[in-house]
């Protein structure tokens, strides 16, 4: 039990995360994480959105057929990005000020449909729960690595405007990187955010292949032998 | 009477029973079509209600936030000592036609004691970086720029966005201009050979605002006698 939901993290947050393992989710991703405070913002937003979604349909999978599963689960999503929209504007309107403007970008996230369809629709619920905020958060990360590299390299600070979206208790957050800097508008424009997602993919890759070879050198012979054949 | 009494609770005993029985059966139910029918009807019957009762429950309680944020944003515009009356009570529109024109242009007038002593308006400044630039302006009756606040854009966050209040003062630097203060060809950015900074690496951005301003002071000075009217 323990294992699954260990397993689920790690799938969440670095083997499976969706944007560096499974590239999904771009849209919303390129267009928001010119700042880090931007993606932190969008990400979190997402990240509810998905545990709601994934809690939703995993409580009513046994009733829904097959066959008309996508356009129920489009249906149900949308919903929800609605009334998360309505609830915020109405009762955390500071909030929803600056992130307002997100969350109607969280429908485009094909990245919700994926994780209901794949998992959702067919575990437990509290697996399923477990699911959506891990690959929420896992996106998370990749949104506030994205914009804190864009926002170094493009603008030389890092979590610029923190207290606008969190209040003035996380003013320290904001920091000057490079002073004085002119500013690198490439990386503030959505072609950066491109160039820049690809260096960070290979550098995942990096990692990853670095990984597995030290994994390899720590099993014994025999073993790593069974695992190749 | 009685009989007949037991023998309807049989059959609805029957009935129930076989629907349990279908419901038990879920993976042959889950195969028919008319079930498939039903269950797509009632998951959009099912959000529409939800999203129905959503918008009921938080429609005033949004209309309430709107209203203070314009009213905050007229106070930023207009200073406190200027009026005496309720900004959001006393509001209309000027309709402003021509190919200059504005458009319709929400108008809300600053009193003291009954006199008109300023007003206030929103107006959208073309040539934004991305799309226009939505801007509430308060003027002096005598036409001078009393303060000026971006309300709503879609420029580039980190270059452009430094047209709000609370990411740079430079919106303030239109506060005490008018267009007898500040000839037209003054009212340019510097880059142009006016008097206005430009933002490194974003000078569509503050071009557009400036322009904005300027066409507002322009409309201000068509419709005067409208606005300055005590309505």
Redesign the interface.
């Known amino acids: 039990m323990n294992q699954e939901f260990r397993k689920i993290a790690r799938d969440g947050l670095w083997d499976n995360n969706i944007v560096f393992s499974q590239s999904i989710g771009l849209c919303p991703l390129l267009a928001v994480t010119?700042?880090a405070t931007?993606g932190l913002g969008m990400g979190l937003a997402t990240a509810a959105v998905m545990v709601v979604c994934n809690v939703l349909i995993s409580h009513g999978r046994?009733?829904?057929?097959?066959?008309?599963r996508i356009?129920?689960f489009v249906?149900?999503i949308?919903?929800v990005v609605?009334?998360v929209d309505?609830?915020m504007?109405?009762?955390l309107?500071e909030m929803h000020?600056v992130l307002g403007l997100f969350i109607p970008l969280i429908v485009t996230n094909c990245a919700i449909l994926g994780r209901v369809e794949a998992f959702a629709s067919r575990r437990p619920l509290a697996q399923s729960a477990a699911d959506g905020l891990m690959m929420g958060l896992g996106f998370t990360l990749a949104l506030v690595v994205l914009g804190a590299a864009r926002?170094i390299v493009?603008?030389g600070?890092l979590f610029?405007?923190a207290a606008?979206l969190m209040g003035d208790s996380f003013a320290w957050l904001e920091t000057v990187v490079i002073d004085p800097y002119?500013?690198f508008?490439l990386m503030?424009?959505p072609p950066g955010g491109f160039l820049m997602l690809g260096f960070i993919l290979a550098g995942k890759k990096l990692i990853d292949r670095r990984l597995a070879a030290r994994q390899q050198r720590a099993m014994p012979i025999g073993d790593s032998l069974a695992e190749n054949s | 009477m009685s009989i007949d009494q037991a023998r309807l609770r049989e059959i609805a005993a029957d009935r129930w029973q076989s629907l349990r029985r279908q419901f038990d059966d879920l993976d042959t139910l889950r195969q028919r079509l008319d079930y498939q029918t039903y269950v797509l009807a009632a998951a959009a019957l099912l959000a529409s209600v939800l999203l129905g009762v959503g918008d009921l429950a938080t429609k005033g309680s949004i209309e309430r936030r709107q209203a203070e944020d314009l009213l905050a944003t007229l106070e930023q515009v207009l200073p406190s000592g200027l009026y005496d009356n309720d900004l959001l009570r006393d509001s209309g529109t000027v309709a402003d036609t021509g190919e200059q024109g504005l458009g319709v242009v929400p108008v809300y007038v600053a009193r003291k004691g009954g006199a008109v002593t300023a007003v206030a308006f929103k107006l959208s400044a073309k040539g934004g970086y991305s799309g226009p630039i939505a801007l509430v302006m308060g003027v002096s009756a005598d036409g001078v720029v009393l303060g000026t606040r971006v309300v709503a854009h879609a420029e580039t966050p980190g270059l452009g966005d430094k047209i709000e209040r609370n990411k740079s003062d430079w919106i303030t630097f239109f506060d005490g201009r008018s267009l007898e203060n500040t000839s037209p060809e003054r009212w340019r950015v510097k880059k142009d050979g006016g008097d206005f900074d430009q933002f490194a690496g974003a000078t569509i951005t503050p071009r557009a605002v400036v322009g904005g301003v300027q066409a507002g002071l322009k409309f201000f000075q068509r419709h005067r006698d409208e606005l300055l009217s005590p309505r």
């Open positions: 010119g700042t931007n046994a009733l829904i057929p097959p066959e008309i356009p129920i249906v149900l949308a919903m609605t009334l309505m609830v504007n109405a009762w309107h000020k926002e493009g603008a600070t610029a405007d606008l002119r500013g508008l503030a424009l």
